[in-house]
């Protein structure tokens, strides 16, 4: 087992994965300072459910996102090293994401302009990966 190098390399990779979650969930509870926290073994149990929830639903945002553009890569017949390097984009990651601050969401009822954002990403991505 030792000297099987795919086996180490995928263990390798499960391990960061795992690590990365944790990370988030520990920014989280960071950012938030202590709402997470609560003085019974109950309130703790339904914070630590929160924060699970919150990077989940931050992970199910980014891997959608990810996987639009990893389709719009393919249709379009992007070369097979701007693929490679964007395959290694984790769904995990969360600097783009801002935590603190207060929100104002448009009240005219309409929604985000999903394709509009995924444009500039992938206009983006093609100058990023090019370099």
Known sequence: MINDIKLRKAIKTARNRTEAYHQLQGMIRKVYHGVFKGKRIIDNS???HAVRLLANCIIAYNATVLNILYEKLINSGAPQEI???FIRISPIAWDHLS???RYNFK???STVDL???LKTLEERLYKNLKT
């Open 46 to 48: 339904i914070s630590s």
């Open 83 to 85: 693929i490679d390097k």
């Open 99 to 101: 935590f603190t601050g």
């Open 107 to 109: 009240k005219d009822g």
């Open 115 to 117: 394709e509009m954002m």
